[in-house]
């Protein structure tokens, strides 16, 4: 099955920082989908972007499909953003999670 | 729009009891809904699929006696935890996909955390 691959595991900047998220997958992609999990574990939807651009305030995400790479790109952090991103990709079967960024955004 | 509930939201049972589950497509109707399962600190593990009207389909490992689930209609999933252990502590999250619209996305509920005593 897809293998999905987020990098870096731990991010920490200083508030009004800029800061790029990065998700690897290893095959083509039905559904690539970004999500910020808040403290009380409820996973937000931040993306639904299998390919091309999408932007949402101070966040945007980038998919290169033929390239088999996501980014997730928050513009002027505020510690509210502070949280485990994830990225979870689907091929031909099941939605896979990577194992998440941990952002922390000090103030 | 596509909002997904979970009841309950927290859940605190005994060893050996059962617990029940539900999950609600709320403005959606959901022919396809997922359960996962998620440990502190590490991330979401898919358990099983559930189909509308037939048998779920369980990934290897997870023992369908045990994580018993039944979606009985296009809006509601359950996940039945039988025989609850320690070991079964966890935070269970289920998801469904919007069948009106033909996109993979899917919505995910706000999580069910488990403890058994």
């Known amino acids: 099955g897809i293998q999905v691959e987020q990098s870096p595991p731990d991010l920490i900047l200083q508030e009004g920082a800029n800061s790029t998220l990065r998700c690897n997958f290893s095959?083509?992609?039905?559904?690539l989908q970004w999500f910020h999990q808040n403290p009380w574990g409820q996973l937000i939807n931040l993306f639904y972007?299998?390919?091309g651009t999408k932007q949402n305030g101070r966040l945007s995400a980038t998919t290169v499909a033929t390239e088999r790479y996501s980014l997730l790109y928050i513009s002027s952090s505020q510690t509210t953003d502070s949280g485990v991103y994830f990225c979870?990709?689907?091929?031909?079967?099941?939605?896979?999670f990577g194992q998440g960024t941990r952002l922390t955004i000090n103030p | 729009g596509a909002v997904v509930s979970q009841h309950p939201s927290r859940v605190i049972c005994k060893s050996g009891t059962s617990v029940k589950i539900e999950c609600r497509s709320l403005d959606f109707q959901a022919t396809t809904m997922f359960w996962y399962r998620q440990f502190p600190k590490q991330s979401l593990m898919l358990m099983a699929t559930?189909?509308?009207?037939?048998?779920?389909?369980?990934e290897q490992g997870v023992e369908k006696d045990k994580f018993l689930i039944n979606h009985a209609s296009l809006t509601l999933s359950t996940l039945t935890v039988t025989s609850a252990h320690p070991e079964d502590s966890s935070f269970y999250i289920c998801s469904a996909r919007d069948t009106g619209r033909g996109f993979y996305e899917q919505y995910f509920g706000p999580g069910t955390r488990l403890t058994v005593t």
């Open positions: 559930s189909n509308e009207g037939s048998k779920a389909t369980y």
């Open positions: 972007i299998p390919s």
């Open positions: 095959d083509s992609v039905n559904n």
């Open positions: 979870a990709a689907q091929g031909a079967q099941k939605l896979v």
